[in-house]
């Protein structure tokens, strides 16, 4: 949990509040993350994010080569090639990356050529890559690469970007990362909307302090193996977008205005600011 107290970054003056409660709706939550001020990274700032990157990076390809030719030669056995899943994503201001993973399913197919369901093409060893986290382990290479950072928001699908909220868009602010502030709050059990609360508290609070916290925190979430799945998913739903309840019950589209606070988007009868100035 954290305070309210103010605190310097990056040469603006920001309110850190508490990370939204389970509790909140879209609304409440976008409310409790505006910050006034800039949230900004100072140039020293941004470059120990960098350097932890590079290094860190670097140095989880050089001491798990080993891992990396064991599972590569497993996944060559079982499943045939490719040995590495690549997939477009989405990364800062919305550039596309090839994201790369250690293939965990096969490219089984119906009868008129379709894809069958995750669940169906998941192997036994992709199920046990996934519970250890090591088919994420070729995003290293994305990190050195400067596509991603160690740590930010899970980097998505392309389509997924036409249905976010302004509020959702704003995880969008920052590299994605191979762990972040949801995975270690939850990981694939939390509802996207929780995950998306948790990204923009992120981009809202995020300084090398807290990453190295996230870091820390994240071999214990591997080894407990919480939150893999979402119950009857391999992984979870898709996201098909999402709306937020006003305050008087009615649906309204979140947008951002007013210098980054919350309000409905233009034509809402609930259209008032939820900032504080």
Not at 67 to 91: D, K, Y
Request: glycine share 10%; net charge positive.
């Amino acid at each position: 949990m954290i305070g309210a107290a103010w605190t310097r970054r990056g040469g603006g003056r920001v309110a850190e509040h508490e990370i939204p409660s389970r509790t909140m709706d879209g609304r409440e939550a976008a409310r409790r993350v505006c910050v006034r001020g800039g949230n900004q990274l100072s140039a020293m700032s941004r470059f120990a994010k960098r350097a932890l990157d590079v290094v860190g990076a670097a140095a989880g390809m050089v001491f798990l080569a080993p891992v990396w030719a064991m599972v590569g030669l497993a996944i060559r056995l079982s499943m045939g090639r490719p040995v590495l899943f690549r997939q477009a994503r989405v990364g800062r201001n919305s550039r596309k990356f090839a994201f790369l993973k250690f293939r965990t399913m096969t490219d089984e197919r119906d009868g008129v050529g379709r894809l069958l369901p995750d669940e169906q093409r998941l192997t036994a060893m992709g199920r046990f890559l996934r519970r250890t986290s090591l088919d994420e382990l070729p995003q290293l290479w994305n990190v050195l690469k400067g596509d991603m950072s160690l740590v930010g928001p899970r980097p998505l699908l392309p389509e997924y970007v036409a249905r976010y909220s302004a509020f959702q868009r704003r995880r969008l602010e920052v590299k994605p990362g191979i762990t972040g502030l949801a995975q270690v709050s939850g990981r694939n059990a939390l509802t996207w909307e929780r995950k998306f609360e948790l990204d923009v508290w992120y981009v809202d609070h995020r300084d090398p302090w807290l990453d190295f916290k996230i870091l820390l925190m994240t071999p214990l979430k591997v080894i407990s193996r919480e939150g893999i799945s979402q119950a009857g998913h391999a992984t979870v739903p898709e996201f098909m977008g999402g709306t937020v309840a006003s305050k008087r019950g009615e649906i309204c589209e979140p947008a951002l205005s007013c210098a980054g606070c919350y309000r409905a988007a233009p034509g809402c009868p609930h259209n008032e600011c939820t900032g504080s100035h």
